[in-house]
């Protein structure tokens, strides 16, 4: 390999190959690499104007190093690096192949590090490798419907769907943190043998590499270069109410006067789907929203916010459809019909890597919702949802979806984030069921989608909640109970609501949600094609849904939650001045000790307050582990001395949560 100093940049290059390393951020280092003769200049989630650092740089013919603070990379005259951490090795890329000075291993396989696989019209399947670092536990990368926190041993798809969010940002046990700075489709693979990242299709590698001292640093030097979440409004920390379909304004009213009647305060309502005339008018439908502006002044005069479900998908017989198709604002499909989903409707999603596009939706939501008085937006179906996730049919402005379809959802979060900031709104915040690296200096609030009312799901909620904060974003939350199939007549389901509220009290955004059962309210007409006098609403959610007992152990936990108000805004403004989440991996706030990097049912709210959510039916007390130091129970205020694991009792009122004292 030929190398050569370009300023703070070490230029390499090889058979056709250019590779770029440099200074990116404190402690950081940047690769690209690229068999096309220029770079595309794209910096994907590393957006943001920072201090890239001074590097040390020495070339010789036979290899070259590069030094960023306590990172530093070595290259060899094959091109693979190895990376450091105060001398000692961190990560090294993977090679076989005919230099035995690289590897003691088989030379014949002829595999290198770096593979980037021609396709016909320009782009490269690209495929990573690094070997493997033995005893290492790997955290991080979004969301996932699995029950693995530890991802070391996983295999991951590096795309959005319902329920799955791709944040490729991993923190390693190892003391750094990798990400994968590529909007592209493709895989991450976290083996025993070796650790594979794939973009099936693209044009350059990119990646950045970053060394601290703990976890919590790793957190925040990546947040330095990938934004942080602005300081969100402070009156949303109290209770959310939704539920699956609100189809009148009347029905919105009456439950918020309800909850005004047994002396609840209600932060935020939900009005979600099928509210407006067909998709892609993003507009009420007069019939039962006859006034909206009148219902947001009677919310607000109550003290509730409102929130309004705003889909990307544009039904074919839209007021704005053609518009938009000849316009180019809609996303394209390679071949077969255009239509990109199906859900009550034919309908093509709007293409929001096109900034004219993001400008076209937010004029028309503001004109019909914002302008009312909205003050918030539920971005749904934000991944894209496509009604079949055939990547490979479908092409926006930014190029394929192969290519760049896991930024889609940071984008659409963009537009209604420019829009609002443009209207001199600095309390922007919205919910969005998908995210990318960055999405959190756009004001989101994600979740983990559509999932099923079962205890599988609150045990994986757990973990979700925990990597996503990892990956970049402070704000998270879950439905309450889940989405999906939640019978509200059964013992089982009542013991699931129960102890799930008790677990998102200690979740950054509390939200009662779900599709729930038995679905037995009477359709308003059967008339509207697409879906709205049919379509059903669903059971109630609300807290009084479940009956007398279950609702006073939400009022009991409620008043908990009121009364955790202003620590949340604390970690409100942490979140934004650090980067660190508000529900943290117990390793963030303890990294010496090694069980804490072990535990995947407890965590920290904040640093605070430990919290040991009841995660099975049935069960009365659960064990603990309390680190090192002092531990009061919130509940008796009994003390404990950490540096073990104890009994706690779990009544079905309450989860067992700790104070450092």
Same mark, same amino acid.
Do not use: A, H
């Given at each position: 390999m030929f190398f050569a100093q370009d300023g703070n940049i070490l230029i390499g290059k090889r058979e056709g190959e250019t590779l770029r390393i440099e200074p990116w951020g404190k402690n950081a280092l940047r690769v690209r690499s690229t068999m096309y003769p220029e770079f595309t200049g794209n910096n994907w989630g590393l957006e943001e104007d920072i201090d890239h650092g001074s590097a040390r740089i020495e070339t010789f013919d036979d290899h070259a190093t590069i030094e960023n603070g306590n990172i530093s990379a070595h290259i060899n005259n094959s091109g693979v690096i190895t990376f450091f951490k105060n001398g000692q090795k961190i990560l090294k890329e993977y090679y076989r192949s005919y230099d035995a000075s690289v590897t003691k291993e088989s030379i014949c396989l002829k595999l290198i590090a770096r593979n980037f696989?021609?396709?016909? *019209?320009?782009?490269?399947?690209?495929? +990573?490798?690094?070997?493997?670092?033995?005893? !290492?536990?790997?955290?991080?990368? *979004?969301?996932?419907?699995?029950?693995? +926190?530890?991802?070391?041993?996983?295999?991951? !798809?590096?795309a959005q769907r319902n329920s799955q969010t791709s944040i490729p940002f991993a923190l390693s046990s190892k003391g750094f943190g990798f990400l994968w700075n590529n909007p592209a489709v493709g895989k991450a693979s976290f083996g025993k043998n070796y650790t594979e990242f794939e973009a099936y299709a693209t044009k350059e590698l990119d990646y950045w590499i970053v060394a601290e001292d703990t976890p919590a640093k790793i957190v925040e030097r990546y947040t330095e270069v990938t934004g942080r979440a602005p300081e969100i409004r402070n009156d949303v920390f109290g209770l959310w109410q939704s539920r699956l379909r609100y189809r009148t304004q009347e029905e919105v009213l009456s439950v918020a006067r309800k909850y005004k009647e047994l002396g609840i305060k209600l932060d935020v309502i939900v009005i979600d789907f099928f509210h407006w005339t067909r998709q892609g008018d993003w507009q009420f439908d007069p019939e039962y929203w006859p006034d909206p502006k009148s219902m947001i002044d009677e919310l607000h005069a109550g003290g509730t916010k409102v929130i309004v479900s705003v889909w990307p998908s544009v039904d074919k017989k839209s007021i704005h459809f053609n518009e938009m198709w000849d316009k180019g604002y809609l996303i394209r499909t390679e071949h077969g019909s255009n239509q990109t989903y199906d859900y009550q409707g034919d309908c093509v999603e709007i293409d929001c890597t096109n900034p004219e596009a993001r400008q076209y939706i937010w004029d028309i939501c503001k004109k019909n919702y914002y302008d009312y008085g909205i003050d918030m937006f539920w971005l749904d179906n934000a991944e894209p949802d496509f009604g079949v996730y055939d990547f490979d049919n479908y092409r926006y402005r930014m190029g394929t979806a192969l290519s760049c379809s896991n930024i889609y959802p940071k984008l659409y979060a963009k537009a209604f984030y420019d829009g609002q900031k443009a209207d001199g709104n600095d309390k922007i915040f919205s919910l969005i069921r998908c995210g990318w690296v960055g999405s959190q200096k756009y004001g989101t609030l994600l979740?983990?989608?559509?999932?099923?009312?079962t205890w599988e799901a609150l045990q994986s909620a757990v973990g979700q909640g925990l990597n996503m904060g990892i990956a970049g974003i402070p704000w998270w939350n879950t439905d309450v109970a889940g989405f999906m199939n939640g019978d509200m007549t059964t013992e089982y389901f009542k013991e699931l609501a129960q102890r799930w509220f008790e677990f998102a009290i200690f979740t950054p955004i509390l939200r009662l949600h779900g599709d729930r059962e038995p679905m037995n309210i009477p359709a308003l007409d059967t008339t509207k094609d697409w879906g709205g006098g049919y379509l059903h609403t669903g059971a109630p959610t609300e807290m009084w849904a479940c009956g007398d007992e279950v609702f006073n152990v939400m009022k009991k936990n409620l008043e908990l939650r009121e009364s955790l108000v202003p620590y949340i805004d604390e970690l409100n403004k942490e979140a934004h001045k650090t980067g660190l989440p508000i529900m943290r991996a117990m390793f963030l706030e303890f990294p010496e000790d090694a069980k804490c990097w072990e535990l995947d049912d407890q965590y920290m709210f904040g640093s605070k307050y430990l919290v040991a959510p009841v995660l099975e039916a049935g069960v009365s007390e659960r064990e603990v582990y309390l680190p090192e130091g002092k531990w009061e129970d919130i509940r008796d205020g009994k003390v404990y001395e950490g540096g073990c694991t104890v009994k706690a009792p779990a009544p079905i009122d309450s989860i067992p949560v700790f104070k450092r004292v």
């Open positions: 696989k021609p396709i016909v *019209g320009g782009d490269y399947k690209l495929t +990573m490798r690094f070997e493997p670092n033995d005893d !290492e536990k790997i955290f991080g990368m *979004g969301c996932y419907q699995q029950k693995y +926190m530890d991802l070391k041993g996983c295999v991951l !798809e590096l979740w983990n989608g559509d999932i099923q009312s």
